[in-house]
């Protein structure tokens, strides 16, 4: 057995005292999403051992069918985050409205979260996970209402998310990097396994979900052709492909080899009168802030999405996420098609 590394806590209390007058709450306020995460992880790999698989029949805000898992996952996350003190209000995939602590636990942070992602996944035991975004509340707040949510992804303060896989690993940024953890199940602690995370300039795998290939707009489909003539075609280097339908599997695998990964806004999308497939506070936002954090970019195909300011807190919205010089070319074909499309 390896000796162990830097723990979670330790790295917690490492960078925390790099920050001038840091009170420790956000390091306590972390610690305690990653208990969730480990109490999630357990339930996760019991699986249909203890009758945690299919559905529960209840449709959530956003007309999904919720699994078993999504709803508890998500009562792990409120149970957990309303004792920890350090949080005033919570917004989650799974509730319509957002969920305000009793004011004699209150703290200072808000927290959004998607408790279970990749969903579709559960019943076929591919890589699921959790997904959270700490934001402060405004000072002053007596009663925390969604307004006060509604702060572009600059505004985090700290954002990760836990892959339920093959093992359990936490990515995580407080704004200075973005950084890999491991749980050793047998400790019950997750270990610092990936310093400074950096993802390569340029791609050579790409992301999206070739079905709707009828429904992208024309720059989308332009670019996708462009990866699949290769070496031979204008972008002049080979492309594999890889859809595993688990956002946060597709942003492990980008933190970990590269590449790009996209659910653009398409027609489909658009007749159902959505902005996109993803979410901006509790998808997009939080794996945006630590794909920068490692060098990628991440747009709506037209612009920075941490700059977004939001406006309900389901809000949607189209997502490019992954290599530099790739999304900046996607960024390129779009303002030459709306260009053309003004002229
Ligand atoms: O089924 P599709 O259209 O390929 O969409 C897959 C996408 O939907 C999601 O599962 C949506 O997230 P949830 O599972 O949290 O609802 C993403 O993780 C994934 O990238
Ligand atoms: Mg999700
Ligand atoms: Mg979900």
Redo the contacts with the bound molecule.
């Keep these: 057995m390896q000796g162990q590394g830097v723990s979670l806590t330790e790295f917690l209390i490492q960078q925390q005292r790099k920050v001038a007058g840091a009170t420790g709450e956000l390091t306590l306020l972390i610690s305690d999403i990653a208990r969730a995460c480990k109490a999630i992880a357990r339930e996760v790999r019991y699986g249909a051992l203890v009758g945690n698989l299919g559905q529960v029949g209840e449709e959530n805000v956003?007309g999904?069918v919720q699994q078993k898992l999504d709803v508890l996952s998500n009562d792990i996350m409120i149970a957990i985050l309303s004792r920890s003190g350090h949080v005033a209000a919570m917004a989650s995939?799974e509730n319509e409205d957002i969920i305000v602590v009793p004011k004699a636990n209150r703290g200072k942070y808000l927290v959004c979260f998607?408790p279970?992602?990749?969903?579709?996944n559960i019943n076929i035991n591919m890589c699921i996970g959790t997904i959270f975004s700490i934001l402060r509340c405004p000072e002053g707040v007596d009663e925390p209402a969604e307004e006060h949510f509604l702060q572009p992804g600059t505004e985090q303060v700290a954002s990760g998310f836990c892959v339920y896989g093959p093992s359990v690993t936490l990515v995580l940024t407080t704004g200075d990097g973005a950084y890999g953890f491991t749980l050793d199940q047998g400790v019950g602690e997750f270990f610092l396994t990936h310093s400074d995370i950096r993802i390569a300039e340029e791609a050579r795998e790409f992301a999206i979900?070739m079905s709707n290939w009828r429904f992208w707009e024309p720059p989308v489909r332009r670019y996708i052709e462009e990866c699949l003539q290769g070496k031979e075609g204008p972008l002049g280097r080979d492309y594999n492909m890889r859809?595993i339908?688990?956002?946060?599997a597709?942003a492990y695998r980008i933190l970990q080899r590269g590449g790009f990964w996209t659910?653009p806004l398409d027609e489909k999308l658009k007749k159902q009168g959505q902005a996109g497939?993803?979410r901006l506070m509790y998808?997009a936002n939080p794996i945006g802030f630590i794909i920068e954090q490692a060098g990628g970019i991440v747009s709506t195909g037209r612009e920075r999405v941490l700059t977004l300011q939001p406006t309900h807190i389901h809000q949607r919205v189209p997502l490019f996420i992954g290599a530099r010089k790739d999304i900046e070319t996607i960024e390129a074909y779009h303002r030459e098609w709306d260009a053309q499309q003004q002229s």
């Design positions: 956003q999904e995939e998607d279970l992602d990749g969903s579709s979900n859809w339908a688990s956002f946060v597709e659910y497939r993803l998808e």
